[in-house]
């Protein structure tokens, strides 16, 4: 189970850690693994810099590319979103030598049409954001802009940062130096006020004199030092419709004027110093003639330092040579190896987050669901994916459903609105346009104030996002005239497509939609007429399928909102219906587990009258029989446990009497303790065979706990004593001596009083390996141990009283105990015993003794233990003087008057040949 739930925590840590990552980098999920080029789709405007290196808008927009000379991308700039689902665009860029890029970065309404704010924006050489130079903001219907702000052609000209603001009377220049861009805001350079009724359209140059901006009316002028303008495009004479007017208008490196003519789809330069002279660059005749394909169609330009001419069209990038060559078009670029690296390691994590969400599923749902578990989570494991599912099931139909319903609704609107252009836009009037130089005129700006108050009188209104054109029909050629898009020209050609020639031809609305490089877009078009019922124009409004999705997401967001809140409530009703069902059978689980854990006067008490209260009813009889059983059992075992200890059974891995087979055995290194009453023969030959039995268990009843408190154990009696085991520590076992020899004080004090005379025993203890098991026959079965050293201790025993010892041990206790220096004995030295062959090495424990001996022997240990030590060598003259003082001090010390005599002796008579240092007592 823990094993489960870690490898679970880790595959959610990794999943989490993955999620986390694949977020951060999920614009690269654009890009497919293996896919080695990227087309370009929605172009807008392309520069170069000193290096050749291309810098690319793309993607309607959206995106800014860098792809080096050899074609391939070094790195992407994508606009972000606003705060409130606002978009941003790029219109314009410049790079300086250091390969800083500025761009022109206009912010639209979440329908992409209102501009909202404009800045000049800085970014770092590897395309990292810098800073923002320069805010325009746009906050009222007075200053209101569609698709394009008033920010101008930003250049990078001899170390200094240049762009433009249309201020709507006037033209202004601002310049900042590159090198002081973080310590300054830019500056206003120059201004020239423009002509009565004319606006700008586009601005290029930075010198006095050397200024030109063009109108939307167009014309090209000329601005002066002294803020004076001058006309230098069309002037008079020059063969020239008032509907071919120059756009994407700029200088090249002489300070020659290019633009691109829509109507006569030509490219054309024009040198300030000779007006009248229009050289036309690029044409239909010498694209075909190249073997290229230019559309004309919202085509770009600009001019790299090579004097090469940069021509952009939507899905394709060509050069115009110095020589005149047009180069084959630029349709993609190519990915680096690390991109496509990276590209391949995202997808490769995408698989194995994939993988690891699988695990995670089986990991819940065959690992831990198979455990044990409570039943409420088993449910929250099942439940949760099962409502889940079903509410995204949910969702998804109710959203196609109701986004199937909308698309339907907003044709239905668009068609109704573009009917209703025939109420805002007067056929006559329209007929009267004749050419750009209408543009804001008294007709033109009441067409806009109409159609604004339709459609922008509310701008919380939900309705918002409509993109609105009025076209005019003219010689079967359609001509823009007014647009939400303030980079169209009026009397711009419109291309013919089978819907608005059904509009112009038959009269009749039509409705479509189409994709291009802005977005997919839905679309209704209806016929405006004069007062005469000709067909003059046509009405069109149209929503960017971004809107329409914007709105989707927001009902789909409504939806998923209130399905998380419906599921909720319904995990919450039924975990609390769940809890309240399952009460009953918690208290009854509850109940079991304290009878299962032992406490058997537990009483199942449940009143929910049903199957849950029979089952408690159930158990309650079970528990009683089981009780009572269970008493018998205890009281079986209490007294078996009687004859053969627990520790017994436990030290040979059984769990009851049960297990026992003969013949089970095990070994054991163990303190081996013998205790027997001196003189008991004597004493029973006073007593009657009950008086007897009553005070050999009296006796044993006094002292046999102390056995018991130090963790030892009752292996049998022997009559007049017993014999113990301690598997702990000495320590413990020869505690226990102790308190039985401090015991015995109390215990004849007690004797004393009513006339008793008092009694005496000995300890011998000796620790060592025994084997301890079970012997016998299949009938007759007895724990018991085999072990040398159960014949060592009864042999101490026995020499406690002629060695005037209360407690033997043998120097193996010694070596075992933990704190030897908690303990009072001395050493006794070798001690030859009658029946063990090798001598024994033992140690006078009187720690337990009357006050009066433990203190002589204590006054007498050193003096006794180094005389020990003179015999051992042989020393008997020394030996004995050493003794005779022990015993002038200690009369009754027993263990020295016998060295003395040996001594004694051996210093008269000498030592047998056998001799080897040891005490002989038999």
Known sequence: MKKSIAALLLVLLLLGAAGSYLSVHRDSFTLWPFHKSM?????????SDHQNNLFVIDNAKKTIHKVNSEGVLQFSITSDLGKNGEVYRFNDMAVDDQGYLYTIRTLLDPYGI?????????????????RSLFTQEYTDSQTRRYRLGSLRNVQVREGMVYFFNDEVTQLALYQQPVKEISSTTPQLAYTVKLPENKYVSEADGYKPNEIYFSTRSGEIYRAFQDGRSELVYPLPGIDRTRRN?????????????????????????????????IEGLVNEEKVKASGVELAFDATTSSISEDDSLIIVEATQINRRLPDGTITPSLVEVQYSSAMQTKVIL???????????????????????????????MKQIFILIPVIAVSMILLSTVIYTSFSKKMEEETFSELILLARNGQNLIDGDKLQSLTSPLDYKGTIYNSFRKKIQSVFENNEQDDNQGFYKAVYKYENGIIYRILEDDDGMHMFNPFQQTPENQQVVLEGKPATGQWQDFSGEWRYAIAPIYNSSGKIVGVFETSKNLDGILRHRQMVLNSIIRNIVFISIGLLLVLFLMTYVLLSSIRKLRNSVGEIAKGNWDTVVTINTRDEVSDLGDSVNIMASRIREYITKVENFSQSYYRFVPQQFLRFLNKESILDVELGDQVEKNM??????????????????????????NSFL???????????????????????????NRADEALLACIEMRRELEIYNSHRAKVGYQPVDFGIGLHKGPLRLGIIGEEQRLEGNVISDGVNVATILEKMTEPLGASILITDYVVQSLEQPAGFHYRNLGLIQVEGVKEPLHLFDVYQG???????????????????VTYYQVGRFYDAREAFLMVIKMNRQDKAAQLYFYLCDEYFQHGTTAEWNGTLSVS
């Open 39 to 47: 087309p370009f789709d929605g172009l807008s405007k392309a520069i």
């Open 114 to 130: 209102a501009v909202k704010s404009e800045q000049i924006v800085r970014y770092t050489p590897n395309g990292q954001f810098d």
């Open 245 to 277: 007017f120059p756009e994407s208008m700029h200088l090249d490196n002489q300070g020659r004027l290019i633009f691109i003519d829509f109507n006569s789809k030509t490219i054309s330069r024009l040198d300030p110093k000779q007006p009248y002279i």
């Open 346 to 376: 995202l997808w490769s994590l995408a698989v194995v987050g994939i993988i690891l969400l699988l695990i995670a599923v089986k990991i819940i749902f065959f690992n831990l669901l198979q455990r044990r578990l409570p039943l409420m």
């Open 671 to 696: 303190s081996i303790l013998i205790f027997n009453i001196r003189g008991f023969f004597h004493i029973s030959k006073k007593l009657s065979p009950e008086e007897n039995f009553n005070f050999v």
């Open 701 to 727: 009843k006094r002292f046999g706990p102390y056995v018991r408190n130090h963790q030892g154990l009752m292996n049998k009696y022997l009559g007049a004593g017993f014999m113990a085991l301690f598997p």
């Open 849 to 867: 003794d009357p006050e009066t001996i433990r203190t002589l022997k204590d006054k007498t240990k050193v003096l006794f233990e180094q005389a």
